[in-house]
């Protein structure tokens, strides 16, 4: 069997042959392309040449590109893992030509590798061609055609016209498109699947797609020649791969199998033996970690948020088909491994970022395995009542409940509900979606947003006003217009020095002097693009002269300058120290001290946190100029500058430079070199989400009154316990473990106290019926004294319910033990109990039928948890 490595270079070596230009395969995520989501074709990383907006040094391309495709004409999320060739991740196979040879070549290359150097049987393959189409006044390409009769020796039988839908490629609305041919194998085993050309049936597939480009598609519809032609072709790797491989799926391909056996000895399940549904499951898992691994080590990280949120999707997906695997816990991180290996010669980037994929991947697992068999058991009560309802839709409120509380994506739901023979009302979810936007966008309003705009009082006519506060903290200038609110003056200069809250950082402060009044700003903020001073009046003041002098308060602008630019600085530590995923996911840049949200899916180890500070603090030694300068947004990103979280862009950016280190678009006020910062220290770093970290830190004379009163901390710390500096630490220590072995001695007094009761305890049951219910509560009691105590009730007495309550700190916790002749007999069981018992007092819990635990949120409600157990018992 020709390995799939030896077919993908194949591939490259046959174009290479014809002097085409090996080019590496683009990342999955178009980050520089807003009309496509992922990476989907070979041709994505071409599309400026056939715009006519980019060129290459070279006329002729081959690659293998790695493409992601979730939706679409041929490839439903729902038929990948269960049928043998839709994925969500393939490779796409290609050659190019950019105004250089066109059709002969095209259908004459294609026919040689695949019947001469790979030697597919000619009698299987057919090859289409555009039929034409009346609406666009286009005949069929009937050159394809004569040139597939002329330089192959394919049956003249097996070339077919299809119509426009099948064959004939368009970019988008408008833009470069042409006729296609598209070349087939029948796989029937009597070579009888002609009449099955795409009629969408895996036995007789695509395997190529040879485009033609030769028109434009104009605004109005219309098609216009282009002066230059171009080809752009595309073969499924996964397929062709089986083909040669002469395998009936892609999945028993050596690009899955290895893949496979890893999952099945995670599971402990046997592929090859295993029936229809477990096979599906695996080939789900197979597919979409494959999926991840690539998507992830291409720059994209599970969230929320577009691409993010079909990541998490896919992950979910997976995990949920975990299930069916019996597996409950994270499991599919492990499987990335296999990926690697399998793709790594021809893709290094998942070699290098394997174990980042692994943490990432694990991290979403954990949290989604949290809810996710609680989001079972929500799903199967809603199935439960729709169909007592007699019915088969499960409510669009129901789904969205599922997604907004579980995490579960409705397509998932969707899934689950189909297994039942079920579906989702699918209109409702998206109205419970629309209403919760709506919500988040009312919440999210500024009050000052909100103001109407008719109670402006207007002193000085302006055209626009602007913001000179980068050169001036103190001008003359004039007001444009104020408002009263609140009893708030809020002003407009037609020139502000006032720095308005935007990117993280907060507005300035100051004053403003006008003739007879002072008003103190106390906040400046962004109204429809305008700069707006919040202002408190200084006595009663009347404004009737516009002429004023804004002064900011530099006590307040300049530390918030050294925390500017040291976030800067630390973005760039962060990116050098944990690897180019970490992304800025949020800030606040304040006077005091800084806050800096970013990705990263696992705590920063201590030696990581001190290299970070290290690199900070040397590059505000070596006082590196701190430039900026104003340059087209394109041309911003193809220098590498990052962008700041949930800034919007014109096409006219401010990009700023501390070279070499850090270039970023930023519209904030910064120091003119990074010597004027003083020193760095990071004071916290904690996790505020999954897959995203915060650190908080200090700057300039605020960094140092830290370490000062750290210093003052550890003198009087070494002084009280009689030791050296350098000891303070291990000394600390010892004392920990001391106390910590006093508490263990406490607890072994209190068990043998409390199970020596265990007799007193039993001799104060109360009869309920032929049980004897042991009720007793305790306070600030361990959890696991109150089991020993209920397996020492077991052990020594029978018919027996012991059912202790713990009070700790406002809360209760429930630990039930039942002996066994009840179980047997009467089939009462302590997980029943205490889970029914918990929800009369708003908690939950369970467990085996021997032994339980649960909590609650307030003992009010325990005289009906008592009721509830006695009339349980006695029932």
């Known amino acids: 069997m020709k390995p799939s490595k030896e077919i993908r270079q194949e591939f490259i070596d046959f174009f290479k042959k014809y002097d085409h230009t090996f080019v590496p395969s683009s990342p999955v995520i178009a980050h520089d392309d807003p009309t496509l989501m992922f990476t989907n074709a070979g041709m994505n990383q071409f599309k400026d040449v056939f715009l006519e907006t980019g060129t290459r040094p070279y006329k002729r391309a081959a690659n293998s590109q790695k493409c992601i495709r979730v939706s679409g004409k041929h490839n439903d999320l729902e038929e990948v893992g269960h049928d043998n060739y839709h994925h969500t991740y393939f490779e796409m196979l290609g050659n190019w030509s950019f105004g250089d040879y066109f059709k002969k070549e095209a259908i004459e290359w294609a026919w040689e590798l695949l019947t001469e150097v790979w030697g597919i049987p000619k009698e299987r393959l057919y090859a289409t061609v555009f039929g034409g189409d009346e609406g666009d006044g286009l005949e069929a ?48 085993d009597d070579l009888s699947g002609g009449p099955l050309v795409n009629a969408d049936d895996e036995r007789v597939i695509e395997i190529w797609n040879l485009v033609f480009i030769q028109y434009n598609r104009e605004k ?94 896919i992950l979910r997906r997976a995990a949920r088909y975990g299930r069916k695997l019996n597996m409950s816990e994270p499991f599919i991180y492990k499987i990335v491994d296999a ?14 970022r394997a174990s980042f994929v692994k943490d990432v991947i694990k991290s979403e697992e954990e949290s989604f395995n949290k809810t996710l068999d609680r989001g079972i058991d929500l799903f199967n009560d809603i199935v439960k009542q729709v169909k ?124 403003i002097v006008g003739e007879g009044f002072e008003l103190e700003v106390v906040d400046t903020r962004k109204q429809n693009g305008e700069s707006v001073s919040i202002c408190n ?54 006077p005091d001290y800084l806050r800096f949200d970013f990705t990263h899916f696992k705590k920063i180890e201590r030696d990581e946190l001190e290299q970070i500070e290290w690199l900070v603090n040397e590059k505000i030694q070596e006082n590196l100029a701190v430039t900026y300068e104003y340059t087209k947004h394109a041309e911003a990103k193809e220098r590498g500058a990052m962008a700041l979280f949930g800034e919007k862009y014109g096409d006219i950016v401010r990009v700023v430079s501390i070279e070499p280190f850090s270039l970023e678009l930023c519209g904030g006020c910064h120091v003119k070199a990074t010597g004027q910062i003083g020193s760095f ?142 179980i047997k007999d009467k089939g009462i069981k302590a997980g029943d109990l205490v889970r029914d018992a918990a929800k009369l007092a708003g908690g939950g819990g369970g467990g085996r039928p021997h032994l339980a635990t649960a909590g609650a949120k307030s003992a009010d409600k325990l005289p009906d948890v008592y009721a509830f157990l006695r009339e349980k018992l006695a029932g």
């Not at 049956?155 to 099948?166: A, E, L, N, Q, T």
């Not at 007592?388 to 129901?398: L, Y």
């Not at 072995?741 to 020596?756: G, R």
Request: overall charge negative; aromatic content about 6%; proline content about 3%.
């Open 537 to 590: 009046a200084k006595g009663d003041i009347e404004l009737k002269n516009a002429n004023v002098r804004a002064i900011v308060d530099l006590d307040w602008r300049t530390p918030t300058t050294y925390n500017h630019t040291a976030t800067h600085l630390l973005q760039a530590a962060l990116q050098e120290v944990l690897g180019n995923h970490v992304r800025q996911a949020g800030s606040l840049v304040a």
């Open 339 to 352: 990926v690697v290996d399998v793709n790594g010669d021809a893709f290094p980037e998942v070699v290098q």
């Open 141 to 188: 390409d009937v050159e394809a055609e004569n040139l597939w009769k002329e330089v192959t020796d394919i049956d003249p039988s097996h070339i077919i016209r299809c119509d426009k839908k099948d064959n004939f490629w368009e970019m988008g609305e408008t833009g470069p498109c042409g006729p296609c041919s598209e070349i087939h194998i029948d796989m029937t």
């Open 681 to 822: 220290v990071i004071t916290q770093e904690s996790s505020i989400a999954s897959g995203v970290r915060r650190i908080e830190a200090l700057t300039g004379p605020k960094a140092v009154q830290f370490m000062t009163g750290n210093r003052d901390v550890v003198s009087h710390l070494t002084q009280l316990l009689n030791v050296p500096g350098d000891n303070l630490a291990q000394r600390v220590q010892e004392l920990l473990d001391q106390n910590r072995s006093l508490e263990k001695e406490l607890q072994k007094i209190q068990a043998q106290e409390v199970l020596q009761r265990s007799d007193d305890f039993l001799g104060k049951a109360e009869s309920v019926g032929d049980v004897s219910l042991v009720l007793e509560e305790f306070n600030d009691m361990e959890v696991d004294l109150l089991k020993q105590l209920g397996d020492k009730l077991r052990q020594t007495a029978k018919s027996t319910v012991g059912f202790f309550v713990n009070h700790n700190d406002g809360r209760v916790n429930f630990v039930c033990a039942v002996t066994d002749d009840l």
């Open 220 to 313: 109005g519809g219309g098609l216009k020649k282009l002066p230059a032609q171009h080809v752009d072709t595309g073969m499924g790797f996964e397929r062709i791969v089986r083909i040669l491989q002469n395998v009936t799926s892609n999945y028993d391909t050596d690009i899955f199998t290895p893949i496979l056996h890893a999952i099945g000895k995670e599971v402990g399940i046997d592929y090859k033996s295993a029936d229809k549904e477990i096979k599906a499951a695996f080939q789900v898992v197979a597919d979409h970690v494959r999926m991840l691994t690539f998507s992830i080590t291409d720059g994209e990280l599970p969230s929320n948020e577009t691409r993010g949120y079909v990541l998490r999707r």
């Open 388 to 511: 007592d309802s007699n019915k088969d839709i499960i409510p669009g409120v129901e789904a969205f409940k599922l997604y907004d509380t579980f995490g579960f994506p409705v397509d998932l739901t969707r899934v689950m509900a189909e297994e039942l023979q079920m579906s989702v009302d699918k209109a409702g979810f998206e109205t419970e979606m629309t209403q919760q936007r709506e919500r988040a966008r009312q919440a999210g309003k500024f009050k000052l947003e909100d103001e109407s705009a008719d109670d402006w009082i207007e002193l000085t006519p302006a055209a626009e006003t602007s913001f000179n506060g980068y050169e001036e903290t103190d001008l003359e200038t004039e007001i444009n217009k104020y408002a009263i609110r609140d009893g708030q003056y809020h002003v407009v200069l037609t020139v502000t020095p006032f720095y308005a809250e935007s990117g993280g950082q907060v507005g300035d402060i100051g004053k």
